[in-house]
Nanobody
Framework: QVQLVESGGGSVQAGGSLKLSCTASGNSYGNRRISWFRQAPGKEREGVASILITFDHPYYADAVKGRSTISQVKDKNTVYLQMNSLKPEDTAMYYC?????????????????WGQGTQVTVSS
């Protein structure tokens, strides 16, 4: 498994931006897909964005498409999620997760390593 640590969450006003970081350590990092998920109080965890460490191929949920960018710096073992034009409905705990299953995209059940999460709060 790989160990994941998220950072970069915070409180912003609607229309603002945040950049989340997910730093990985452990075995086989380069052979993985890394994705961001989020969970708001009382709601199910949902996928946000995903990237293949080897080939990039970013993928986004409709809810954030056009407002978010997932990227990576391979020699830092870090994946970023830049979120712009934030809305109150983006308020959630954001988690990064890893899987060796390249076709997992945002299928939550296919991920076997999870970080502890970073809170994002967007006020109106």
């Amino acid at each position: 498994q790989v160990q994941l640590v998220e950072s970069g969450g915070g409180s912003v006003q609607a229309g603002g931006s945040l950049k989340l970081s997910c730093t990985a350590s452990g075995n086989s990092y380069g052979n993985r897909r890394i994705s961001w998920f989020r969970q708001a109080p009382g709601k199910e965890r949902e996928g946000v964005a995903s990237i293949l460490i080897t080939f990039d191929h970013p993928y986004y949920a409709d809810a954030v498409k056009g407002r978010s960018t997932i990227s990576q710096v391979k020699d830092k073992n870090t994946v970023y999620l830049q979120m712009n034009s934030l809305k109150p409905e983006d308020t959630a705990m954001y988690y990064c997760a890893a899987t060796t299953r390249a076709n997992a995209r945002l299928s939550l059940e296919k991920y076997d390593s999870w970080g502890q999460g970073t809170q994002v709060t967007v006020s109106s």
